[in-house]
């Protein structure tokens, strides 16, 4: 790796590219070459900064000088006046706290463990994670402790699925390990699919060493050899990333036939999705590798035991794997004391909707929902006020302003018969229709649903139906009971999740916003469900 | 590249077929997998025919009808619908002249309805190819169709 005297770290993620990033970084090398400072400057393209709602944004380390807004003409002062003269250009600096800016004092109260190098390093260089502290926790695993001694870290920090269901990974991962089949497979669901989630892509992009770090250790702790990471296909670059790393990792022999010189082999191999959200369902992505279409199977027998080709197979989130490095390097004490008795840890969520600043941030686990709205999200725009919040992406729960308290994780919102699933937050103000979204929610499980079972197949497009109706102001009471008693069919009898959690978004918008249901009763239709309706009439006829 | 090279960088058996069949479709000026494509990829992964089709008809990303040069996904899930998707929608739908599933006259456009594309922090997003356009408004959208048309 080349030292250089500043590196200029760059956000490049999809805000950033709308904003015109490409020319800023053009401007920054252009402005670089012509004074000079090739060898004393690195302009790197990294991970989202973490930092939402100011435009493109730009590090300069070690000096710790965060800039905000930059257009191409800001990236030559920047350069001309910061790193040639060594003065920081105030007018453009991100407001903080701190004189000199750690990453902690721009995105405020988060605790990043999964994110720690996201937008810090450059995720294209191996070097820059191992610098991180990266691949120590690998090194250590499988050249000073038994296979044994790995699984029991990963038990004892009590890190629990990150996918959505909130299983213990170190239960799941014991079953693997003892299973009579000696040949055993490691699988990094990638495959992210919820409406409003999208913190899987911004780890591979961003730092995608600790995943496959994550699935080394998982791969040691179970007894496996091969490890495959199936990413949804429209994640083009999440895809060449990974690969990327993958042979970074292969030429330094931290991956491959002798693991940091030992006995331990593990091969890791990208796969792309075709486009099916049931495939983020475990059993219906191991039938994908396969080659297959992605139907569920039946459970039992769970991948644990009946996997990849029948054989046991950890199935785990990209989430949950980049957990692993920093559980195994700093202990489970550590990891313990972060988040909840029940659920430790931290939880990345992606912030959306009517609020000001959206985006990604990482939180420890028991935060309430009315800091990451009003906190971390900067709360609503000026004027307006909240109506509720959808948790959990569309198969989550719309939740009324009177559960801003609750506390994110699994068991808090368990309780109120919500999910913490794949941790989207979408913040609706009053300006949305719930009527309106849960129709937009039962569209999108009407055209995801794969059609194997009939509870499923045809409870959504019943509930689409129903939900239109209401919509147009052509039902009634019956109505609704209706589409509870649908959804509850489909809870019992559906054979995946898929069918079974359309019960959630459902009962929680009726439970929730009863008088803005009962004013869809019979009366005219909303203007916004007007506006839906007569859109999806002109395509009536094309109506999947 | 021929088709039979393209199968030989893929290994002969079934876990290898996504891959093969994204890459097949790729080859094609329509973005769509043939009948031959499907053949030859049975053949090549050691699967039957009737299997090879079940898949490629199963997952939204294939197509087995011709689509245009350009193929633009429009995201329909609902922080884009909160966001305004329809309003795109419609615009798309005026300047291209066809309806969801369509292909435009000159070939140059396919419109699709897709889930959710991973990008909600810009929505209401599309895809064209595989750039992401996001805060998509009726001028934006214009702009972009515009863009595409002048060959980027």
Known sequence: MRLARAHVL??????????????VLSALRTAVAELGLESEVQVIETGSLGVSGHGIVLAVQPDGVYYAHVTPADARTIVEEHLLKGRPVARLRLPTTAPVARPADVLGRQTRVVLANCGIIDPESIEEYIAQGGYEALGTAVTELAPEAVLDLVKRSGLRGRGGAGFPTGIKWSAVRTAADPERYVVCNADEGEPGTFKDRLILEGDPHKLLEGMALAGYAVGAHVGIVYIRGEYGLSIARTQRAIAQAEALGILGDRVFDTDFAFRIEVRPGAGAYVCGEETALLESLEGKRGWPRMKPPYPVTHGLWGKPTVVNNVETLANVPDIVRHGPAWYRALGTATCPGTKVYTILGNV???GLVEVEMGTPLRALIYELGGGLLPGRSLKGVLVGGAAGAFLPTSELDVRLDFDSLAERAAALGSGAVLVLDESACVVDMLSSVLRFFRHESCGQCAPCRSGTDVLVRLVSALQCGQADDRTLNQMVSIVDAMRAASLCPLGQSVALPVRTAVAGFRDEFAAHLGGPPCARCEATAVARGVRATTDR | MTKEAIAAQHPRSPEALLALLHDLQLANAGHHLTEADLVLAAAHVGLPLSAVHDAATFYSMFSLRPRGRHIIRLCDSPNCHLAGAWSALDELRRLLGVDIGETTEDGAFTLELT??????????VMMVDDEV????????????????????
Do not use: I, K, Q
Not at chain 2, 136 to 149: H, K, S
């Open chain 1, 10 to 23: 760059v956000g490049v993620d999809d805000e950033a590219r709308l904003a015109g990033v490409d020319g």
């Open chain 2, 133 to 152: 356009v996001g805060n998509l408004t009726p001028e934006r959208v214009r702009e972009t169709l515009v863009r595409y048309r002048e060959g980027r």
């Open chain 1, 356 to 358: 000001r600043y959206s």
């Open chain 2, 115 to 124: 889930s959710c594309l991973g990008a909600c922090g810009v929505a209401p």
